[in-house]
């Protein structure tokens, strides 16, 4: 079936339509998804409203130790309460060594003899307080801490992380293949698509995406072969059928008069989504773009500010939104955003950072959003740390595997595995 932007968030209002989160679809947005919203009282009043359920502690839940630990280029965190409950996070696989000296002077000291009840504010304070140093780098060092205490406080409540900031509307999630970027970019379409056919045997996925452009030169129209993005638009639709689901990321590489002439071919060739075609911060641009399309938009995997999630919602330039649970500073604000989102009938499909443990965070955040995509981005499980060392765990209840292209999200308690200790040991306390 063909997916339009109306059809799309159609769907996000009707999967949203059960809860008790407010929709601007009732106010000047209704009737026409393509009209810009001028009131934002929708969105600020779902922003306001709590997303760690304070009423599963009973008891203040006190963050004695905070700590950084480091092997190398690699990172891992580790909270104590005062009574003793633990929580551990393995860092962003690239970004984390760019700004860890910030998690010693800008986190830690916002987090450290708190009451992790109040987690929603004091991630509100470390983002949004931290004038003049705001960023990715500063945001991967919060979600760091910040997932380290969601899996501390799933472990005194005994739920997991879904449960901790919402309901499980997701227990199992439909992922759609995102490996083999730099082939798909590099190599001829007739290589990267084999190879991707080849990843498809171990993940049986029923979505793909491909990448478009050259993704290294912002905004310039740049491919790596005069037609090599149209041919490969139009070979992966011949090669895996009308039954495939493919979408496509441009990764900012195209001004407004490209990105829609490339969006004329992927509608052609039915595409389910196209991600990102002008650079991240060319919101007006994306806006153009996005008007002049019926394919749906994603993007939003860089942003850190909530100021701009909020405009692009309100203004209609994506309609399915992709914050990065590290680069957006953690699960709490993710939920945010996804709340602006359904409260302004748009979908969410998260962005992946590839390595670590990038799939479990995101697992969690999609289990509680009601709003969610029909399928979220997938690599293969690729567990390996900063270091390129595997990263040795063990799920505290299901086993870790794509049946069907369906993984099911982890029970247990916190983010729900177990990370071996001897790995643990590998790494040295630097801060805490």
Known sequence: ?????????????????????????????????????????????????????????????????????????????????????????????????????????????????????????????????????????LCVQIATAEFAILDMLGSIAEKPVGQLIGEIHHPEIAVYQGTRLRELRREDP????????????????????????????????????????????????????DDKVLMIDGNGSYSVKEAIRIGRILEENNYYFYEEPVPWDWYQEQKQVADAMTIPMAGGEEEFGMHAFRWLIASNAFDIIQPDQFYFGGIIRSM?????????????????????????YLLHYVSACPNAGEYHEFKLFATKDANGTAVPIESKTEPFVSVDGVIKVPT????????????????KLIYG
Do not use: W
């Open 412 to 427: 247990g308690p916190g983010l729900g595995v177990h990370i071996d200790p001897d790995y643990i040991k590998t790494h």
């Open 1 to 137: 079936m063909k997916i339009s932007r109306r059809t799309l968030i159609s769907r996000a209002m009707l999967a949203g339509g059960a809860t008790a989160i407010p929709s601007v679809l009732f106010g000047k947005f209704q009737g026409d998804p393509n009209a810009a919203i001028t009131d934002y009282s929708a969105l600020d009043r779902v922003l306001r409203m709590p997303v760690l359920k304070r009423e599963l502690f009973s008891e203040p839940v006190i963050i004695d130790a905070l700590e950084l630990l480091q092997d190398r280029n690699n990172f891992i965190c580790r909270v104590r309460s005062r009574d003793g409950a633990e929580g551990i996070s393995i860092g962003h696989p690239f970004i984390s060594k760019a700004g860890y000296p910030m998690f010693k002077d800008r986190v830690r000291p916002r987090f450290l003899g708190k009451d992790a009840r109040d987690l929603d504010q004091l991630v509100f304070d470390a983002s949004e307080r931290n004038v003049k140093r705001q960023g990715i780098p």
């Open 190 to 241: 007739e290589v990267s698509l084999a190879l991707v056919q080849q990843d498809l045997e171990e993940t049986k996925a029923k979505a793909v995406k491909l990448r478009a452009g050259r993704g290294d030169n912002l905004g310039s129209d740049i491919d790596n072969a005069p037609g090599r993005t149209e041919k490969l638009i139009r070979m992966a639709r011949r090669m895996f059928g």
């Open 336 to 360: 945010q955003v996804a709340r602006m989102a359904q409260a302004g009938g748009k979908t969410i499909v998260p962005h992946l950072s590839a390595g670590g443990l990038g799939y479990l």
